[in-house]
């Protein structure tokens, strides 16, 4: 809560003493001293004493639904738009001291799809988790099986692995021998633009140094 400054008269609070005065004796024990201009430094302030702070309170509610441009009998403020609702558009609450939800209906619909969605992204991570601790489980149970296997299979599992890539790069030359006349005139063609594109910047260069040379210094 925020400390509030008071103006004071000797040691006690100005706006008590001018109460007390205008009430004619000491106030009484649970009478709290309003201030509707919320300046607790103005000596001059209009003032006004209710009978606890309940009471105290509520005269803030109604003054914030005013400023916000809402009727206090109709409307209270939401807590969460902070925009003066009717009264009618917020939960009824078992719980609360105001008998309603502090929140009016569309921000309790919105409170309640991101809970909604937190839960989800909860649920989601659990899964993941659970999915990344099986998948590493079957790769290590596939790992101690690999090394399990006897020599001979390792080395036959070796052999064909070699064959398999022998055969691949075969099929690889044999593509290239067959293609051979089709790739070279690419190549080519393309030695060819390159060297054309290195002409034309020479020749500009050319013609740069001797614009310079003709021009007079
Ligand atoms: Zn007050
Ligand atoms: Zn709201």
């Given amino acids: 809560m925020k400390r509030i400054k008071y103006a004071f008269i000797g040691s006690r609070k100005a706006h ?21 201009d919320e300046d607790s430094l103005n000596p ?5 004493i209710c009978q606890d702070n309940a009471h105290h309170l509520l005269l803030h509610v109604r003054a914030r639904v005013l400023r916000a441009g809402g009727n206090p009998n109709t409307d209270a403020m939401c807590g969460g738009c902070q925009m003066p609702k009717p ?35 909860k649920i989601n991570a659990q899964r993941r988790a659970r999915w990344i601790k ?16 006897p020599e001979w299979y390792r ?30 005139a690419r190549r080519r063609e393309k030695r060819l633009q390159l060297a054309l ?19 007079p210094n």
């Fill in 197 to 215: 594109d290195q002409v034309e910047i020479w020749e500009k260069g050319i013609d740069v140094l001797a614009a310079e040379l003709e021009a």
């Fill in 155 to 184: 080395q036959e599992s070796r052999r064909q692995f070699a064959n398999d890539r022998e055969n691949i790069t075969a099929r690889n030359q044999a593509w290239l021998a067959e293609h051979k006349d089709v790739i070279n």
């Fill in 44 to 48: 001059n302030a209009r003032l006004v």
């Fill in 87 to 121: 009264i009618t558009d917020f939960a009824p609450s078992a719980t609360r001291s105001t008998g309603r939800s502090h929140l009016c209906h569309a921000c309790d619909a919105l409170k309640a799809a991101k809970r909604r969605r937190t839960q989800a992204m």
């Fill in 134 to 149: 099986r998948r590493d489980e079957a790769n290590a149970a596939r790992r101690a099986d690999r090394a399990a296997r």
């Fill in 16 to 36: 008590t003493v001018r109460a007390e005065k205008a009430l004619g004796h000491r106030l009484p024990q649970k009478a709290v001293v309003h201030h509707p």
